[in-house]
Each structure stands twice: as structure tokens, then as C-alpha cells.
């Protein structure tokens, strides 16, 4: 295989394994904030043994995206040197603002968030618990804005330095919102509310149909279907703001999505098909004519450019391109189903007796998950052949001074540790869900002076004998 | 200021800070195997619990800054030491994930593995660490067009593994300074036998070291000649040194930790005051060597970026003093520990 191939695969293999996590720490962040402030709100003590319980699960997550995380940062050097030679100077400043603006906040108080809970007050933990979630969408923002310049490049000069080119900044606000990053950024960060909603609501509902703790699993599932719902509804309208953007200023993108190989007015929108590379056309093709049209530019006989108005050298792969974005779109419409449904549902609280939706919902993380890293692939595979669109392409991008065997060695190891990394983690995820949350405190007058003591003692809730309990 | 020369020292800073911070905590989890019983061992892994995953933040901004600053620095580097980064990445993965996971089972087991995974990827990163500073003061194959030109075995010179061991024993040093900071007993007074005898040992390999490199490395010290007030770090470095010993034996734990921090700063100051202006040199023609000039992004980002450094700083500063505060003190064993 070719250093190029080598390359690509083990970044879409770190990348993929990677963004198994920042999605769920965001969206499980933002439902931490709303536990916890309706815990100071209402000072309703299951609220604080959700936010507790879900603090672990968040820590856990956290640890392992920092870990996974580290290797995106110095991979565009190891792998990609004549790439970060071209970007440095206007790429390189997104993440370094990352580092200075986002992850010492994240990681920072997380340290309260997760260790500090009897040594801070009430207020202050809530604080740290809003600032970690506050650092985890700003590390978006700069991420995104950084992925945005490749795909819509935009603020920049090109300079040559001694023979070679390279991307200067011109405008470093035009960089920061360059045409894509505020649609992206909303979209990026609606899937992993979406995702963190789905976590939760699997968790929940699990709990439920297994008859634990039916309060606790009732409080968490009501909040998680309602952010899941909202988010799943407004999902669909920016993919929306995004395809006619997309549309704009990367049309071969846009074409490749939607398996449009021919320019054409009254562009069909694919209900199904299979992509053809031969023939260049949809397979067992079911489709609703003008409807792309309409999407994109709002008027049934408008045309949209199909992928024969590019040369063959600078189409992305169709049917991989294709089948990420409609498999995207697949999970993304399931969901609105099913959390609307759910939404539904709670008026009257009907949704806690419903075992099938229940049943569905315990599903629905799969769903959910697979819908991220589908729209990142099909963000990165659709900009193919380019690394930035339009201004350098992949296969040009690579470092040549790596040998293709040690890309080799270092994509086995990747893959062994990874492989190592997610079963640990799914077991230890696995064994806190069927722990759950720690019991609540009983109640004062129901049980023994003694009881109240020690309660009076450890106002935190925690059992006086449990620090020995657990080695 | 010149810009370059700025971002060169900043760039020394945020690596400063890195070592400083994370340095106990590599030094804590290579001393973590040395730890007798269960009890002690999640006393090691929680007195840097809330700690280690703020201080790797300083690494992660050392290297989004270098790759904004120098771009051409941070491409040949890191494509350069392709297989040692491999290995220094895998090794702060292990780091990280050990501490997290080892405490969510009680199978010996379990808990043994992760306990040697922790023990040895800090070990190994100080060890690469240390490899990739010696590597930069002896300079690395760096053909014309600043492309490197060597192998694996290339970066594995007798001078850089004894940096590298010199690198490991400071670390281990300034961990059993922390940990004499952070424990109380019978236990606090083993953690500062190892610190004497990590002191021995760092103070054997740093005269070793000072040695070779002033014999074989003339072009360390160019820049003293030319700017006298360097000998300023050289003296801080002998005066902390000299005091590590002296507030360990006058038992005052917090001094000797702000001794082997001032030693650690120092060290790096050198080691940038060896290397300026040049950030890589090639060992095969000084002229291909990559210096602040011929790496460096442009004069606006490099503006733009010390805008960025200067309204971020002192949040990243005030973030830090707040959670070492709310963490001070001997580290205790509750509820929410691993």
C-alpha cells in the first residue's frame, strides 16, 4: 500500500476512534448542567444522585478522549508534514487557541467537577460543572473553525517561500468565520447533543424496563427525551442551512451526496439507488423529481450542478461519499421518530409504561453514535481529492520523510491498543451502568436516630463506611 | 521584541510548564511500582488524580503554538522522530487510560496490570522526552529542504539515551519531592529516602552531562559569549540544586518542591539558550539547519498569536492557581477517588 493510503488510514482510524468521545462528553456535559441546576433549583436530592451518577460516566469518557485526543494534535506533523507546512500558519492558530482558550478550562475544573464534590460548595461545583461543558464547546468551536478553513478556505494569501507555497493569513477574523464554520459548528454540535441525549435515554430506559429505581431513571429519561426531541427537530433544518451552502462552494461535494452525476434542472432528491461508477448513474433508482432543486436553491427548475461538470481527477469517491451521507440522513430521520414519539409520550408520563418505545429507546445510542462519525466521514470524504478544497490535495500532503513500513507498524499498534482501550472501556462503562446511581439517602423520619446522625454528619449523602468499602 | 524571538521564548515557557507539572506526575508514576500496598498505590494516583490531565493540557499547547509559530519546525520534528512520537503517544495514552481504569476493578489482576502499564509508560515518556532534547542539541540528518534524512537508530545516540536517563531521573526526582509534599508517616519518610537517592543519582548523570556536552558541544555555549546575563540561569540552576538537598534535610517539603521546579525551568532555559536561533540543527550542513527565522509562520499570525498568548494566559493561570488550591494539601482517600 502506498504512503498516502497508510496515512489516510491511520488518521480515519485515530480520528473515528477519537470522536467516539467528544461528541458524549459535550452532550453529556450540557445534560449535567441541566441535572445539576435543577438540583440547586429545586434542591430535590435524586437530582444531585443523577448528577452525580452521570459525572462518573462523563469522567470515564473524558479520560479517554484526552487520551485519544493527544495523537489528533501531533498527527498532522508526524504524518502529514507537507500539509502542516502549507497550513501552519493559519491552521496552526486554531489549535493552539484550543489548547489556551478551551482544554485548560475543560480540564481544569473537571478536577472539581469529578473529585471535588465534598470539597467545594454546592455553587461552586455547579460552576465548574457549566465551565467544563462551557471549555468542551469552545474546543468545538476552535476544531471545527480549523476543519472549516480546509473545506471553505477563506483570509488567506498564498505566499511562496523560496519555490514552495504556503497559506498566509490576510484576515484572521475571515479565517475564524470563514463561509462554513457557523453552519458546521451548529450542526457538529446539535449531533452531539443528539448523542448525548440518546446516551442517557438509553441508560434510563433500560432502567426502567429492569424496575430500578423508577424515579431516578423517570427524571433522567424526561430530560434527555426532551433535549434528545429538540435536537433531533432542529438537526434536519441545519442540514438544510448546510446542503445549499454546500451546494455553493463545494458543488462536487454536494453532487457526490446525492449521487448526481449529471447536471441537471429539476434535480431529483434520491429516496433510494445504488451508485454506479460504471455507468455513471443511480441504480434502482427511487426518486422525487425538482425536489434537490428545490432544496437547494428553493425553485423546482433550477438546476444543480452534477458531478460530470468536474474533471474525473476532481470528483470525491461517489459511493462512499454517497452511502455516509444517506446513511447519516437514515439514522438522523429514525431518531426524529423515535424521540418525538418519546416526547410525545411524556405528557401524562404514558412513555414510562410503553415497553416497546422503551425497548427502542434503549437502542437508540446505536443510532445515534453511528450518525456522528457518519457526517464526519462524509464531511472529510466528500472534500476528497482535496486536503484543502481546491488549494492542495491529499495525496500531495503527506511527510516524505517517513518510510511507508513504520506507517505500517504504527497503524497495527493504533489498531491493537484501540481494540484494547474500547473493550476496557466498554466494560468499565458497562459495570458503573449496571451499579447505577448510589442509592438515595433515606429518608430521616422513616429510619432510626442513627441513621439521621449520620446523615446530619455526612450532609453529602455518602455512607459513612463506604471510603473503607471500596479498596 | 522581535516576534520569532518571542514566540522561541514563549514556546520555552509553555515546555517549562509542561515539565514542571507533568513532570511529577511522570515521576510519581514511575515511582508508583515502589509503592507497597493497594492503599498506597491509589494514595500515588490520587495526589495527581485531579492534577495530571490540566498539566498534559500544557504539552497540547506547546504543540498547537509550535505548529502556528514554526510550522516548518513542528513538520520536520514530528515527521522526523516519527517512531519515538509514536511511542511517546502510545505511552501517554496508557498513562492516562492506566489511572482511570485501574481502580474500576478489586482483581489484583486487574489492579497489577494497570499498575505496571502506569508505572512503565511514565517511565517511558521521561525516557523519550529526554531522548528528543539530547537529539536536539547534537542535531539530526536534515537534508536541504527540511526533510530529514536519517533512521530510527539515528535518534538513538549514546548522548541522547543519556539525556534521556538524565530526563528520567529529574522527574523521578521532582515525583518524590511531590509525593513528600502530598503524604503524611511512615510513608512520607520512605518517599524522601527516594528522593535523597533520586537526588544522587540525577546529580551523578547532570555533571556527567555537563561534562560531554561542554567537551563535545562547543555550539552549546555560543551564545553566552555573546549575551553574559545567560550565566543567570546557570546560576539559578546551581542555586536550586543546591537547595533541594538543603530543604529536605531542613524538612520543608514545599521549598524543595519549588527548588526542583526552579531547577526544572532552569535546565529548559538552557537548553534554549544552547539551541537559539536554531530550533532543529542539521547535523549534515549547518546552512539546512531550521532557525527561528527559516521556519516561522509570518509577522501577522505571529501577532495574532501573541494576542491570542496574552488574553488567554492569565485565565490559564488564574484556572490553575484555583484548582491547585481547592486540591492542596496531603492527598486523602474518599469516596470520589480512583
Known amino acids: 500500500m502506498s504512503i498516502v493510503t497508510l496515512s489516510r488510514l491511520q488518521f480515519a482510524l485515530t480520528i473515528m476512534f477519537h470522536y467516539l468521545f467528544p461528541p458524549l462528553s459535550i452532550g453529556l456535559g450540557l445534560l449535567l448542567v441541566l441535572m445539576e441546576g435543577a438540583y440547586l433549583r429545586t434542591g430535590d436530592k435524586e437530582w444531585e444522585s443523577l448528577a452525580r451518577f452521570w459525572t462518573k460516566i462523563f469522567a470515564v469518557n473524558f479520560a479517554m478522549g484526552v487520551a485519544s485526543g493527544i495523537v489528533m494534535e501531533f498527527q498532522f506533523g508526524t504524518n502529514w508534514a507537507v500539509y502542516s507546512r502549507f497550513v501552519g500558519d493559519v491552521f496552526g492558530s486554531a489549535l493552539a487557541a484550543e489548547g489556551i482558550f478551551a482544554f485548560f478550562l475543560e480540564s481544569g475544573f473537571l478536577a472539581v467537577l469529578v473529585f471535588g464534590w465534598d470539597r467545594v460548595s454546592a455553587r461552586m461545583h455547579f460552576l465548574s460543572t457549566c465551565l467544563v461543558a462551557l471549555g468542551a464547546l469552545f474546543s468545538a468551536v476552535w476544531i471545527i473553525v480549523a476543519n472549516s478553513w480546509q473545506q471553505t478556505p477563506a483570509g488567506y494569501v498564498l505566499v511562496s517561500h523560496g519555490g514552495v507555497l504556503r497559506a498566509e493569513v490576510a484576515s484572521f477574523w475571515a479565517v475564524v468565520f470563514n463561509p462554513s464554520s457557523i453552519p458546521r459548528l451548529v450542526h457538529t454540535v446539535l449531533g452531539a447533543w443528539m448523542l448525548g441525549a440518546a446516551f442517557v435515554a438509553s441508560v434510563s430506559a433500560f432502567y426502567l424496563l429492569k424496575g430500578r429505581g423508577p424515579s431516578l431513571a423517570r427524571k433522567s429519561l424526561a430530560v434527555s427525551v426532551l433535549l434528545g426531541a429538540s435536537a433531533s427537530l432542529l438537526l434536519p433544518l441545519s442540514g438544510d442551512v448546510q446542503a445549499r451552502l454546500i451546494a455553493r462552494l463545494q458543488p462536487a461535494k454536494l453532487a457526490a451526496f446525492e449521487g448526481l452525476y449529471r447536471s441537471q434542472p429539476r434535480a431529483p432528491l434520491t429516496l433510494f439507488g445504488i451508485p454506479d461508477g460504471k455507468r455513471q448513474k443511480l441504480r434502482a433508482e427511487l426518486a422525487v423529481p425538482g425536489l434537490l432543486s428545490w432544496l437547494v436553491h428553493r425553485r423546482l427548475d433550477a438546476p444543480v450542478t452534477g458531478l460530470d461538470a468536474f474533471p474525473p481527477g476532481d470528483r470525491p469517491p461517489v459511493a462512499a461519499s454517497y452511502w455516509l451521507f444517506h446513511s447519516m440522513v437514515g439514522c438522523g430521520l429514525l431518531l426524529a421518530a423515535l424521540f418525538c414519539a418519546a416526547a410525545w409520550g411524556l405528557r401524562g408520563g404514558r412513555l414510562y409504561g410503553q415497553r416497546w418505545l422503551l425497548k427502542a429507546l434503549v437502542g437508540s445510542v446505536v443510532p445515534a453514535l453511528a450518525a456522528n462519525e457518519l457526517g464526519w466521514c462524509a464531511a472529510e470524504v466528500g472534500r476528497q481529492p482535496w486536503i484543502v478544497y481546491g488549494l492542495l490535495r491529499t495525496r500531495d500532503a503527506v511527510s516524505r520523510s517517513v518510510p511507508a513500513p513504520e506507517v505500517l507498524l504504527s497503524i497495527t499498534l493504533f489498531a491493537l491498543i484501540y481494540a484494547l482501550l474500547l473493550a476496557v472501556w466498554l466494560s468499565v462503562l458497562d459495570d458503573k451502568i449496571r451499579r447505577g446511581p448510589e442509592e438515595l439517602p433515606a429518608a430521616v423520619p422513616a429510619r432510626g436516630w442513627l441513621e439521621s446522625a449520620a446523615q446530619l454528619a455526612d450532609p453529602a449523602g455518602g455512607s459513612l463506611t463506604e471510603a473503607k468499602e471500596e479498596p | ?338
Request: aromatic share 14%; net charge positive.
Open chain 2, 1 to 338: 521584541m522581535d516576534l520569532r524571538a518571542l514566540w522561541f521564548v514563549l514556546l520555552g515557557i509553555l515546555l517549562s510548564g509542561y515539565a514542571i507539572l507533568d513532570g511529577f506526575d511522570l515521576g510519581v508514576g514511575i515511582l508508583h511500582l515502589g509503592a507497597r500496598d493497594d492503599r498506597e498505590r491509589r494514595l500515588f494516583m490520587n495526589s495527581i488524580g485531579p492534577l495530571w490531565d490540566g498539566n498534559e493540557v500544557w504539552l497540547v499547547t506547546f504543540g498547537g503554538a509550535l505548529f502556528a509559530a514554526f510550522p516548518e519546525a513542528y513538520a520536520t520534528a514530528f515527521s522526523a522522530f516519527y517512531l519515538p512520537f509514536m511511542l511517546l503517544l502510545f505511552a501517554l495514552i496508557f498513562r492516562a487510560v492506566s489511572m482511570e481504569f485501574r481502580g474500576k476493578r478489586s482483581s489484583p489482576l486487574w489492579r497489577g496490570a494497570w499498575d505496571v502499564s502506569f508505572s512503565a509508560a511514565s517511565f517511558l515518556a521521561a525516557l523519550l522526552f529526554g531522548v528528543a532534547v539530547g537529539d536536539s542539541m547534537l542535531g539530526i540528518p536534515i537534508a536541504r529542504g527540511h526533510e530529514f534524512a536519517g533512521g530510527f537508530l539515528d535518534l538513538l545516540r549514546p548522548y541522547a539515551l543519556l539525556v534521556g536517563a538524565l530526563n528520567v531521573s529529574l522527574f523521578t526526582l521532582h515525583g518524590a519531592i511531590y509525593l513528600n509534599l502530598k503524604t503524611g508517616g511512615e510513608l512520607q519518610r520512605r518517599v524522601r529516602r527516594w528522593a535523597w537517592h533520586a537526588f544522587g543519582i540525577f546529580l551523578t548523570l547532570y555533571l556527567f552531562t555537563t561534562i560531554v556536552t561542554l567537551v563535545s558541544l562547543p555550539r552549546a555555549i555560543a551564545n553566552f559569549q555573546r549575551l553574559p546575563w545567560l550565566w543567570g540561569a546557570v546560576a539559578v540552576n546551581v542555586l536550586a540544586l543546591a537547595n533541594i538537598p538543603r530543604s529536605l534535610f531542613l524538612r520543608r517539603p514545599g521549598q524543595a518542591f519549588l527548588s526542583s521546579a526552579a531547577s526544572i525551568a532552569a535546565l529548559i532555559a538552557l537548553f534554549g539558550a544552547a539551541l537559539y536561533p536554531n530550533l532543529i540543527v542539521s547535523s549534515l550542513n549547518p546552512d539546512w539547519s531550521l532557525t527561528v527565522v527559516n521556519a516561522s509562520s509570518s509577522a501577522k499570525t505571529l501577532g495574532i498569536m501573541a494576542v491570542i498568548a496574552l488574553c488567554g494566559m492569565p485565565f490559564v493561570l488564574a484556572y490553575t492557581a484555583v484548582i491547585y488550591w481547592v486540591f492542596r494539601g496531603r492527598v486523602e482517600l474518599g469516596k470520589f477517588s480512583y
